[in-house]
């Protein structure tokens, strides 16, 4: 069966710090992989879709970037965090078919100071 | 202004009651998802659904493209369905588009 995994599960950072949140899914191949934010009181917000190694797409332009260095891996990081990148940080994968059912990791809860 | 419009934004029942939330969409999809996020924060499919109903357990999921709606019924309400219950939409990209979510409460 497949799993996905995200760490840390919680994150205190300072402002102008840099962030590498990772996530890694199992038993499966040639996943997509989706990172999410969830700002406090708001819904779900694409930041980053990958349908494959080293092929990123980015939906909101923003203080922070991704990479997928290997199938079933994807990181999201940023250079200097600021106080608005706070929020709670999903990844999720899917199949590799448009529009199919997607499954979320546990996530990470950053709080940046 | 969002694609996609849930309601109600917060509901409480009492345990045993039958529970609707609906949602509304203003554009062509391929499918239709209901998601279920867990106090703790984490989020679990519930449905996909393209046409007509699904159900699983005491969850039922029904769409009508037409007129661009969904409903996410509960029948015999539990405490452990407490939670927020997200709808979403796909249609020719990969990314979700997501609702902002019906926070529900139910009771003993």
């Known amino acids: 069966s497949q799993t996905i995994h995200q760490w840390p599960a919680t994150l205190v950072q300072p402002v102008g710090s840099p962030l590498s949140l990772e996530c890694t899914v199992e038993?499966?191949?040639?996943?997509?992989l989706y990172w999410y934010r969830q700002a406090a009181g708001r819904g779900l917000q694409l930041l980053f879709y990958?349908?494959?190694?080293?092929?990123i797409s980015s939906e909101v332009p923003q203080n922070l970037s991704a990479s997928r260095p290997q199938d079933r891996q994807f990181i999201l990081s940023s250079k200097k965090l600021l106080l608005s990148d706070s929020g709670f940080y999903l990844c999720a994968w899917s199949p590799g078919r448009v529009g199919d059912t997607q499954y979320f990791g546990p996530g990470t809860r950053l709080t940046v100071l | 202004k969002n694609e996609v419009e849930q309601s109600p934004q917060n509901l409480t029942a009492q345990e045993g009651e039958f529970i609707t939330i609906n949602c509304s969409y203003s554009?062509?999809?391929?499918?239709l998802h209901w998601l279920q996020q867990h106090p703790g924060g984490g989020i679990v499919s519930l449905f996909m659904l393209s046409s007509g109903k699904k159900k699983h357990g005491r969850l039922i999921a029904t769409i009508n493209i037409q007129e661009k709606h969904s409903s996410l019924h509960i029948t015999a309400s539990h405490p452990r369905d407490s939670a927020v219950y997200i709808c979403?939409?796909?249609?020719?990209?990969?990314?979700?588009?997501f609702g902002k979510g019906t926070s529900l409460l139910v009771t003993p």
């Open positions: 038993g499966t191949s040639n996943p997509n």
């Open positions: 990958s349908v494959g190694i080293g092929q």
């Open positions: 554009v062509g999809i391929s499918a």
């Open positions: 979403a939409y796909s249609n020719s990209g990969y990314a979700l588009n």
